[in-house]
C-alpha cells in the first residue's frame, strides 16, 4: 500500500509537505504542489479521507436535501453543484426529502460526516430545517427562502416572472384565469401566487376564487 511517505521520497520532500500539499493548505509553491501531485498520481496514492477529517476536523463533503430526484427540476440543480463543489475538491452526499432523507441529513451533520448542508426544498415549518440551524451547521438555501433565518439563501424572481405570464394572458386576449399553486408555506408558491395576482389585477385579467387550487406539487394534484 502506497503511503505519504512513499509519495514524499519520490517528490523529495517531506512528509509534512505531502499533507499540506494534499490539504490544499497554504505555503506551498505551485513547482512543489506539482511535484507532489504528480508523484501521488504515478504511486497510485490515494488519500485516507477518514485520517484527514480527523485531522483537520472537517469532512470534505457537503449534504445536498432535494424533492423527488425524479423531478426534471432536481437533476439539473443536482448537476450544477456536483460541478461546483467538485471545483472545490469537496464531495457530495444526496438525500431525498421524500423518504428519510432529511432525517439522515440531520444524522450526518450530528456525526460530524459532513462539513455542512444545502437545503433546496426548506419551508417555514421545516423540522429539519430548525434542527440544523439549532445545531449551528452550516446552511445554506437554494430554490426557497424562510424569512428570519440567519444562513445563506438563493433564490429566483418568482413574484415577477408570475406576474408576467399574467401579462402573456393578457395580450393574447385571454379576460380569466386559473391557478394551480403549491403548498403554501413553500416560498416558491407563495411568491409565485402573489405575483400572477397582482399581474392578473393590472392587467384586466380575473382570477375567480373556484380556480385557484393547491396542487401540491403533484403531477396528480394538477
Same mark, same amino acid.
Given at each position: 500500500m502506497v503511503t505519504s511517505r512513499d509519495v514524499a521520497s519520490a517528490a523529495g520532500v517531506s512528509q509534512a509537505t505531502v499533507s499540506r500539499t494534499l490539504s490544499g493548505a497554504a505555503g506551498v509553491s505551485e513547482e512543489i504542489r506539482a511535484r507532489v501531485i504528480k508523484a501521488a498520481e504515478e504511486l497510485g496514492y490515494e488519500l485516507n479521507f477518514a485520517a484527514r477529517a480527523m485531522r /483537520? !476536523?472537517? @469532512?470534505?463533503?457537503?449534504?445536498?436535501?432535494?424533492?423527488?430526484?425524479?423531478? *426534471?427540476?432536481? *437533476?439539473?440543480?443536482?448537476?450544477?453543484? @456536483?460541478?461546483? /463543489?467538485? @471545483? /472545490?475538491?469537496?464531495?457530495?452526499?444526496?438525500?431525498? @426529502?421524500?423518504?428519510?432523507?432529511?432525517?439522515?441529513?440531520?444524522?450526518?451533520?450530528?456525526? !460530524?460526516?459532513?462539513?455542512? /448542508?444545502?437545503f433546496t426544498t426548506a419551508t417555514s415549518t421545516s423540522t429539519a430545517l430548525r434542527t440544523a440551524l439549532d445545531a449551528g451547521a452550516p446552511l445554506v438555501l437554494v430554490n426557497r427562502i424562510v424569512e428570519g433565518v440567519r444562513c445563506d439563501q438563493v433564490d429566483s424572481d418568482n413574484a415577477s416572472v408570475s406576474s408576467r405570464v399574467a401579462h402573456y394572458f393578457a395580450v393574447n386576449g385571454r379576460v380569466r384565469a386559473g391557478l394551480i399553486t403549491g403548498s403554501p408555506d413553500a416560498s416558491t408558491a407563495h411568491d409565485r401566487r402573489v405575483g400572477f395576482v397582482r399581474g392578473a389585477a393590472a392587467h384586466g385579467v380575473e382570477i375567480p376564487s373556484e380556480f385557484v387550487m393547491d396542487g401540491r406539487f403533484s403531477h396528480r394534484g394538477g
Open positions: /483537520l !476536523k472537517r @469532512s470534505g463533503t457537503i449534504g445536498v436535501v432535494v424533492d423527488r430526484v425524479t423531478n *426534471p427540476f432536481y *437533476p439539473e440543480v443536482i448537476e450544477s453543484l @456536483s460541478r461546483t /463543489l467538485d @471545483s /472545490l475538491d469537496l464531495r457530495m452526499i444526496l438525500w431525498d @426529502s421524500q423518504g428519510a432523507g432529511e432525517k439522515g441529513a440531520i444524522q450526518a451533520i450530528g456525526q !460530524k460526516m459532513v462539513d455542512g /448542508l444545502i
